[in-house]
Structure formats: C-alpha cells, structure tokens
C-alpha cells in the first residue's frame, strides 16, 4: 500500500510532496528498488571477493591446515611466524628474482612497442582493422593454447634454432637457466602486447591534432614530435599500461607451469604464485602460501607506487 | 576565460597561414594517411602482423603434419606430410568433445549471471538514485583491482575444501559468476541513455522492472553483446582456477585438459607437438573466431566510452 502511495505522490509534480514519503526518499533514495536491483552482485562481492580477502590475511597469521569439511580444529594465532618462514625461504627469494628480471624486460618492451604500433597504427589507414584483429588475437586466445606453439618454435630442434643455426643457445630456451625467464617474459609481452596497444590507440585520440600541426609548421620533424607531443600526451595511458603489466606479471602462473614444465630449470623461472600452488595446495601448507600472497601483493603496491612516480612524475 | 581566448586565438592565427596553401587542417592529417604514403608505419605495422600471425598458422600447421618438420620449408604445407591423425590422437587421450561441453558450461554459467544479475546493477547505476549507490560504484571499481592471487589459498579452503565445491560446475563457476568488467559495461552504456526517458516512465506509472526489461534492455543490445563477447573469454581461457578444483577428467574444461597432457601425457605420444597443436586448435578455434565475427564489439569496449555513435 506505501508503494502505491509514493506511487501516487511521484506522479502528482506537485513541488511540496507529503512529507512521509520524502523521509522515505530521503532515507533510501528516489528509486529505493535499486537496492534490490545491487543486492545479487554485492552479495557476491562481499562472498568471492571481499570475505576471501580477510580470511586469506586471518590464515597468513594462524597455524592452518587443511581439514575434511565440518571439523573443528585449533588453529592457534602464531603471528609473524608464516612470514619470517616464506622471507627465509630461498626458493621464495629466487621466485622474487625471477619475477625482478620479468617485470624488468616485460612492463618497458609492453610499453615501448605498444606505443609505437599504437601510434603507427594511428597514421596508417590502410589494412587498419587487419592490423587490429591481427594483434589482438593472441590476447584473446587461451594461453594454454598458444604455449603449445611456443613450446614447438623454442624447443631444442624447433623452427627458432633452426632460423639460427649456430647461433642458437645451447642448453636451448627454456631449458636454459639464464634464458628460461627472458623467454617467458617474451611470450607474455607478446601475448598481452594487443589489449595495450588498444590502449594507446584510445589515448592517442585525446592528442588534439593541433599539436602536430604547429610543431611540423615550428620545424619539428616526426621522431621529435613523438617525443615531445606524443609520448608525453599518453601518459596517464603509459601509469596504466605499467600497472596493469606489473600485475600480470606478479600474477604469472600458467606460463612457468607449461612452458618451462614447472618452474624449471632448476627454479630458474618458478613464480611466486606458481610457488603458492605448490607449497599451499600440494604440499598443505595454506598458511605460508597465504603469508606469500600477502607480501605478493604488498609488494606489486610498492612497485605500482613508485612506477608512478616514475611515468607519471611530471604530471601537476 | 580571457586567457583561455587569448590561448585560442594564438592557435589560430600560427596554423592559419600554414593551412593556407594547404587543404583545411582537421583533414590535412588524415589525407596523408590516406595517401598511404607512411611507408615506415606500414612496414612497421606488417611486422608486427606477421610476428602476431605466424604462431597461429604454425599451429596449425603443426597440428596437419604426420612427422613435425622443424625446418624452415616445415613452415609450408607439403602434400605427403599432411595428416588428421593428430586429431584422432589428441582425441584418444583427451576427450575433446567432453573438454568442450564442460568448457562450455562453465562458459555459459559465467555469462548467464553475468547477464541476468549484471544488467540491474549496471541499469542501477546508471540510472536509478538510491542509497549506498556511490558505494556499490566504488565496490565495482575497487573489485577490478583485487589481484586473483591473494585470493588464490582463501578461495580453495573455501570452495573446495569447507564447501566440498571439488569437481563441480558450481565450483569452478563460483569465484568468477558476475564478470565487473561487463557490470562497468553495462552502466556506460545506460549511461548513455538520456534520463528524462526513465523520468518520463516513472511519471507514467512504469515499475523500475518493467522500464528495465521493456525499455532499457532492448536500448542496449549491442551492449549485451559486447559484454558477452568480453566475458567469453574469461573462463574460456582460464587455466588456474579450474585447474585446482577439477581433478575428475569428467569435469575438466578443455584448458585444464589439455595443459595436463601437455604437462605429463604428452612424454609418451609418438607425435606430441603435433598432438599438443591439434589440441590448441580446437580450444583456440571457438575464441579466436567469435573474435574475428565481432571484432568490432570487442574493440569499441576497449575504446571504452568514448565511442558515441
């Protein structure tokens, strides 16, 4: 009956409406049914996303097994001791390295050539949706799939060494400890490179012609007024492409697993979250693995911080 | 306000007496792209392409060939080493039309809530005022920031230990049922719609169900299938998640499936790569060719909003 009411009252334009519903409007809104209309997600949300979050930070700071279903155990508070384990760990340092020599050959080869096929892709009107869908492709692909040909073209006798013939590494890409973690950079970088260059391309529509224009009249030639128009124009694009690189980066599972079978060789490609699987799931230890999420992501907050002050340093 | 005239007025008057001689300035850069005359970018670009391409069709390739030829003319189809054996083989191992059913359901699970609980919220969003709506807006966005591994050891306890979620759809379902991406889509394009036909409704005497389902919904169907496209290929291509809760091949999705041959089986294949290729085709094929049917509503969502028309 209320809602017929306010109903009543909302058709009515009247500027001084009764004064019971307008406490209602005031308390939920004009359109209370929202509420329900957000109720499914934010449950959701709250369920697969927001309690998970707390409960990963409550097992990084308890002694946590795992047991059948409906058992109750003790699982004593033991502090900082899941953490002081996962920092003692060796492999866990490597993993942070391996991670270091990703991030460091990944986010800058992601920026620079999205960047400049994004820009090449603006000029050029020819072919234009070709070179799109041909770029985006590996980034809509599953990556299990395309690490089967990757592992075909980089393999010991693959169509790579054969290209190169002597030249070839000897203990061959990811076999080889020194080379494993570059060639996997490699792949993500081009496997992710379509949805940057997307990116860019968006950016570079915000750069107003006009620039270009009076700095080829000022006597600027292209590579200048790349440096100096559209590099600097694309910017806040170039926070997101490193945040968002960053991230798949620290995220890094499937390739370390199927491409260097498992982290190998010898831990020179395992990844933190490849790391997590291992002692958390297979070996049984939820509470290390959890303290090992946790500094995982303390630490890509760190680096996204100071990246920003990096790429975005010059902004007012 | 003055400064900013003055600004403009300066702008003019320097592009002016270049672009006298020549056609008008907004069009003077497009025409030289279209004279094509941009050999360096071009080259560029077809680089790029074939550095994008060339593993795609050495796949299948690969995936054709009897004995894997590694060599350089092993890039060109030859008549005699042409095979569907692979097929069969990869088959034998894996059930591939099993893998595909439960890649599917999974799939499908994902977009059918994605769908049905995600247009009222972004309808919500964008066009309803109501309590708390700022802070399930923030919620969304802060969502897309939650990396997955932190949640990786929580959600497993969760759903595949206290729940007993192991080795079920609902299981692999669960964790990614209502894709925030497409919610995000879905209000940008609401957005779009001009409020005063909401208000007019309202006036009318419309409930917010009836005005979502009759007059809002049918408004955004490129929307809709934006959003479905964009959520396809998230579990589709989801390798971790399923990978540790499915142990049953039953219910492996066909990403699962597969990286597990790649990663044990495919040591004792006679051909493995060519097993592992045929493979990849058949789970690459259902994604790269939604793409290429409707690459357009893909890309325009990555352009984001800024795409009016």
């Known amino acids: ?316 | 306000m003055a400064k900013d005239f003055q600004h403009t007025m300066t702008k003019t008057t320097t592009t002016t007496p270049a672009g006298a001689p020549a056609p008008p300035p907004r069009t003077s850069r497009r025409k030289k792209g279209k004279g094509g005359l941009k050999p360096l970018s071009f080259i560029l670009l077809a680089l790029g392409a074939f550095v994008f391409l060339f593993p795609f069709y050495y796949m299948l390739i690969g995936s054709l060939q009897t004995e894997p030829d590694t060599s350089i003319t092993g890039a060109f189809p030859t008549v005699g080493n042409i095979t569907g054996q692979n097929y069969v083989l990869i088959n034998e191992s894996i059930n591939l039309f099993r893998g595909l059913i439960n890649s599917g359901i999974f799939t499908g699970g994902v977009i059918l809530c994605t769908v049905i609980f995600g247009i009222p919220v972004g309808y919500a969003l964008a066009q309803m005022h109501f309590r708390g709506r700022g802070m399930v807006f923030a919620l969304m966005l802060l969502v897309q920031m939650v990396p997955f591994q932190l949640l990786l050891i929580p959600l497993y306890v969760l759903i595949v230990r206290d729940y007993g979620l192991a080795d079920s759809y609902l299981g692999m379902t669960l964790p990614f049922a209502i894709n925030s991406t497409a919610v995000f889509v879905f209000r940008q394009y609401f957005l779009q719609l001009p409020a005063s036909l909401f208000e007019a409704a309202r006036i009318d005497g419309a409930s917010e169900m009836r005005i979502l389902t009759q007059i809002a919904i049918p408004l955004v169907r490129p929307a809709i299938v934006t959003a479905i496209l964009l959520t396809f290929i998230g579990p589709w291509n989801e390798f971790l998640w399923p990978f540790l809760v499915t142990k049953d091949a039953a219910y492996q999705p066909l990403a699962v499936s597969l990286a597990n041959y790649i990663s044990n089986v495919a040591a004792t294949a006679a051909n493995p790569f060519g097993a592992i290729l045929a493979g990849a085709c058949v789970l690459a094929a259902p994604a790269v060719g939604l793409f290429i049917l409707f690459q357009r509503q893909f890309i325009s969502t990555n352009i984001g909003s800024s795409a009016k028309g």
Request: glycine share 8%.
């Open chain 1, 1 to 316: 009956m209320t809602t017929d009411s306010t109903v009543g009252k909302r058709r009515d334009p009247g500027p001084t409406p009764d004064p019971a519903p307008r406490r209602r409007t005031k308390l939920l809104g004009r359109q209370p049914l929202g509420l329900a209309f957000s109720a499914p997600y934010v449950i959701f949300i709250l369920a697969v996303l927001a309690y998970p979050l707390g409960y990963a930070v409550y097992i990084s700071f308890h002694d946590f097994f795992f047991t059948a279903p409906g058992v109750a155990v003790e699982r004593p508070f033991v502090g900082l001791q899941n953490y002081i384990q996962v920092l003692s760990d060796p492999d866990v340092g490597r993993s942070f390295l391996n991670i270091g020599v990703f991030l460091i050959i990944n986010v800058p080869l992601t920026v620079a050539l999205s960047l400049i096929l994004a820009n090449a892709l603006n000029r050029v009107t020819r072919l234009r949706t070709f070179f799109r869908v041909s770029y985006y492709v590996p980034y809509v692909t599953a990556s299990v799939a395309v690490v089967g040909v990757w592992l075909f073209l980089f393999s010991q006798n693959g169509l790579i060494n054969s290209l190169l013939g002597s030249l070839a590494p000897d203990p061959s890409w990811l076999v080889n400890s020194t080379l494993a973690m570059p060639t996997v950079a490699l792949y993500v970088t081009w496997k992710q490179l379509g949805f940057f260059i997307l990116l860019y391309l968006a950016a570079l529509q915000n750069i107003p012609e006009e620039l270009y224009e009076s700095a080829s009249v000022d006597g600027a030639g292209k590579i200048r007024q790349f440096f100096s128009i559209t590099v600097p124009g694309v910017r806040s694009a170039s926070v997101l492409v490193t945040l968002l690189a960053t991230i798949t980066g620290a995220n890094l599972f499937t390739e370390p697993y199927l491409l260097t079978g498992g982290g190998g060789p010898d831990g020179a490609s395992t990844s933190p979250v490849f790391l997590m699987y291992q002692e958390g799931i297979l070996q049984g230890n939820p509470d290390t693995a959890a303290a090992l999420g946790v500094i995982l992501v303390l630490g890509v907050l760190v680096i996204a911080l100071i990246q920003r002050r990096l790429v975005g340093g010059k902004e007012d």
